[in-house]
């Protein structure tokens, strides 16, 4: 209902100010003849040569964009200024026929109010122009596709696997015994470094147990792999 009721009123608005502004070319509406100041006001707005052509003008373009539908808040804010000269008019020198200028006047503000959402940034008391706001860069983001992620991190952890692996290899081979470097025990799941302690370095398995930073002997069994336990002796692991 609300709807309706603004369409209607956008209609009524539009082809008032249409139909009086191609009467002001075409002059099809027959009007009394004016005379006093009423009419030696008009007949200055003529004698300008440009004056009244413009407001027609005006009221044509705002009338046809209302019946349209089309930047509605652009025409009634061009009309505005044309009510206010027309309600004043009627008001100081021809009050009898100020009625339908009053009407138009309740139209426009009930429109203007409907709208309201699109005057309000022309209401601020403080607006910083375009051109003084800080430009900001703005770099498209790089995107990748789902499966060269996965690719790429797949690869990343077999060199991280293989660099783990290369310094397990070198840390055992430091070992500066009689045997010159890492050897195997007799049990699968045990490796021998005779260095400075002469304690296993090592735990050889399915899932290996990485060295101390400190390079400090672990527990020869994988299964106690802490470093506050005693350690077992090279001896008893072979």
Known sequence: MKLKLIIAARVVLGLAFFVFGLNGF???IPQPPIS????????????????????????????ALLLAGRFVPLALTMLAPVLVNIVFFHAFLEPGMIGLPLVLTAIEIYLAWVYRGAF?????????????????????????????????????????RRLQGR???RSRGRGG????????????????????????????????????RSRSPVNCDPQFPSRLEKPVPASKCI
Do not use: N, W
């Not at 300008?48 to 009221?59: C, R």
């Not at 051109?131 to 790429?152: G, S």
């Not at 007799?186 to 399915?206: F, L, M, N, S, V």
């Open 26 to 28: 075409l002059h099809f």
């Open 177 to 212: 015994g009689r045997h010159g470097g890492a050897q195997k025990c007799g049990k699968p799941h045990c490796a021998r470094a005779d260095g400075d302690a002469g304690y296993p370095a090592r735990t050889i398995g399915p899932r290996p147990i990485s060295h101390h």
């Open 36 to 63: 006093g100041p009423p009419g030696e006001f008009l007949g200055a707005m003529i004698a300008t040569g440009y004056l009244f052509s413009l407001l027609k003008v005006t009221e044509v373009v705002c009338g």
């Open 167 to 169: 310094r397990g290899c």
């Open 120 to 160: 309000r940034p022309m209401l601020q008391a403080r607006v910083t122009p375009d051109d003084a706001q800080p430009v900001v860069e703005r770099r498209p983001a790089i995107v990748f596709p789902r499966d060269d992620v996965a690719h790429a991190a797949g690869h990343v952890v077999l060199l991280l």
